[in-house]
């Protein structure tokens, strides 16, 4: 089995391990390779990457320590150059996102607020909690992809609150987790949303009415949700090694994307190709990130690196941005998954 060093200032910073190829595997096995480093945040924990609409810049946040403020910071995807930072007072930045047209960058964990991140300064807006003192956000948003919609989930009740990001008003509240909610995620046109949390349920949402759609039960907390970017399809991790993907086009068929590479930490992070054919994984603070197939639920490539939290995939498919718990930010290479053989 091949196998390789990436190194930086002459010390190894990852390792690459192929996959082997076996028969019937559609598309060559290609490395993982690192493009750039950011190395801005100097807390420990550097959380929830999210990458421009044109690819030019990645954003992230690092939780602040001993009565530091948490700050979003944002850089050049190509080099790792930092260009400006966002400031959440003395609250704590939850996800954060970009708008389709690039402008605004949203944070939420307390509060949404939302920037115009081409320039310094205060939020354009703040929306704030239901409750009396601005309470009610839990630690966890979802964002559809064009970050035009917002879940929010509530640390009080669990129940989760749809809101229209522009308008910035509360549309439609959706009951039913009896316990913390731990994954959020909008589909692109804000039509559905998917939940997960401590009590092993993924539950799929109409943003609309309110109602529950659908419902999965698994024997593990729900730590991951993420549609594809059609919609189609929905992935959550269902276990410490495994990855279930359930096709919403059809009546819930489940197909099931083993991750070999998983120990004790529950996959913590999902983020699929623009097309969705390729899907990426990392655990909680492991020191694996692996890529899949999603046309065949076979791994594509795995990697040894520093412990990762989150994952972002660039518009173009072509980059990831990862974060440690070392401090850093990496950007990825990503294999080039080819065109399905005719037949299959």
């Known amino acids: 089995m091949g196998g390789a060093h990436v190194k930086r200032n002459g010390k190894k910073i990852a390792s690459v391990r192929l996959v082997p190829k076996k028969p019937g595997e559609i598309g060559p096995v290609q490395r993982l390779t690192t493009r ?188 991951a949700v993420r549609f594809s970017p059609d919609g189609q399809r929905l992935a959550w991790q269902s276990g410490a090694n495994e990855i279930a993907l359930c096709d919403l086009t059809e009546e819930g068929s489940i197909r099931r994307c083993s991750c070999p590479r998983a120990d004790q930490n529950h996959i913590r992070a999902l983020s699929f190709t623009p097309d969705g054919n390729g899907l990426l994984a990392c655990g909680n603070g492991s020191t694996w990130l692996m890529m899949w197939d999603t046309r065949s639920c076979r791994p594509v490539d795995s990697i040894i690196t520093s412990p990762t939290l989150h994952i972002a995939v660039a518009p173009d498919g072509r980059h990831a941005v990862t974060t440690h718990d070392d401090g850093i930010a990496r950007v990825w290479q990503l294999p080039t998954l080819p065109a399905v053989p005719e037949g299959r």
């Not at 530091?68 to 930072?85: A, F, K, S, Y």
């Not at 964990?109 to 354009?124: F, N, S, V």
Request: hydrophobic share 35%; glycine share 12%; charged share 25%.
């Open 36 to 223: 750039a480093t950011f190395t801005g945040h100097v807390q420990r924990q550097v959380c929830s990457p999210a990458i421009s609409p044109d690819g030019l810049h990645a954003a992230t946040y690092a939780c602040g320590s001993r009565g530091e403020p948490d700050l979003v910071r944002l850089w050049r995807l190509d080099n790792g150059q930092e260009v400006r930072t966002f400031g959440a007072g003395d609250e704590r930045v939850g996800t954060i996102a970009f708008t389709a047209d690039g402008r605004l960058l949203l944070s939420g964990e307390k509060a949404l607020r939302i920037w115009d991140y081409t320039h310094a300064g205060p939020p354009l807006k703040t929306l704030k909690g239901p409750r009396p003192q601005g309470e009610g956000f839990g630690p966890f948003a979802g964002f559809s992809q064009d970050a035009r919609w917002a879940v929010t989930s509530d640390e009080t009740d669990h129940s989760l609150r749809v809101w229209d990001v522009a308008a910035g008003k509360v549309m439609t509240t959706m009951s039913g987790h009896k316990n913390v909610v731990c994954a959020i995620d909008v589909s692109l046109d804000g039509k559905r949303a998917a939940s997960g949390g401590n009590e092993g349920i993924v539950r799929l949402w109409d943003t609309e009415s309110g109602k529950e759609l659908k419902r999965f039960d698994t024997p593990f907390p729900i730590y």
